[in-house]
Antibody
Framework: QIQLVQSGPELKKPGESVKISCKAS????????MHWVKQAPGKGLKWMGW????????TYADDFKGRFVFSLEASASTANLQISNLKNEDTATYFC?????????WGQGVMVTVSS | EIVLTQSPTTMAASPGEKVTLTCLAS?????MYWYQQKSSASPKLLIY???ILASGVPDRFSGSGSGTSYSLTISSMEAEDAAIYYC?????????FGAGTKLELK
């Protein structure tokens, strides 16, 4: 069965970096794009962007250009999200989602807490 | 950027009541997608391509609309339908979600 399994919760200090992983199984990883979605505590869903898992090309929403990097470990069927120079407002749950237009496959979400 | 405006923001419905949620787009979109989210769990797809029911979703849910106006209807409210509902457009980048409608059980 198709699964997206994300890494565990993270507690970081402002200015630090974090890398979240999303490991896919049950399908050919490079056949579908991987999208990333942010949900701050008590807030709605915000689309961050996506990465072409065949070419590795990322596309970022404007609010996520600069400190956010989507990457792949295609041999491991894994997509990664790295956030650098963390700020308090980065505190959120981050979801990976396989091409929302092609089925309903989401990771369980990773809670990232940024606190001094 | 296409802005999706959902209404109402919050509502309560009694068991058996018909519920209609609306999503208005600032520009025309080809299709609308609807998700249900309970607490902080991963969103669950209910409707894709505007009106197609996702696998395993009860048939009391339905979707309709075109252009800039879309709706999600629950024909008969059940307790398990209490959740937050989001619309999502994939027509243009950046993809965008509506702010959500919180549906409570009366």
């Amino acid at each position: 069965q198709i699964q997206l399994v994300q890494s565990g919760p993270e507690l970081k200090k402002p200015g630090e970096s974090v890398k979240i992983s999303c490991k896919a199984s049950g399908y050919t990883f490079t056949d579908y794009a991987m999208h990333w979605v942010k949900q701050a505590p008590g807030k709605g869903l915000k689309w961050m962007g996506w990465i072409n898992t065949y070419t590795g090309k990322p596309t970022y929403a404007d609010d996520f250009k600069g400190r956010f990097v989507f990457s792949l470990e295609a041999s491991a069927s894994t997509a990664n999200l790295q956030i650098s120079n963390l700020k308090n407002e980065d505190t959120a749950t981050y979801f990976c989602a396989r091409d929302p237009g092609a089925g309903d496959y989401w990771g369980q979400g990773v809670m990232v807490t940024v606190s001094s | 950027e296409i802005v999706l405006t959902q209404s109402p923001t919050t509502m309560a419905a009694s068991p058996g009541e018909k519920v209609t949620l609306t999503c208005l787009a600032s520009s025309s979109v080809n299709y609308m997608y609807w998700y249900q989210q309970k607490s902080s769990a991963s969103p669950k797809l209910l409707i894709y391509y505007t009106s197609i029911l996702a696998s395993g979703v009860p048939d009391r849910f339905s979707g309709s609309g075109s252009g800039t106006s879309y709706s999600l209807t629950i024909s008969s409210m059940e307790a398990e339908d209490a959740a937050i509902y989001y619309c999502l457009q994939l027509t243009s980048t950046p993809h965008t979600f509506g702010a959500g409608t919180k549906l409570e059980l009366k």
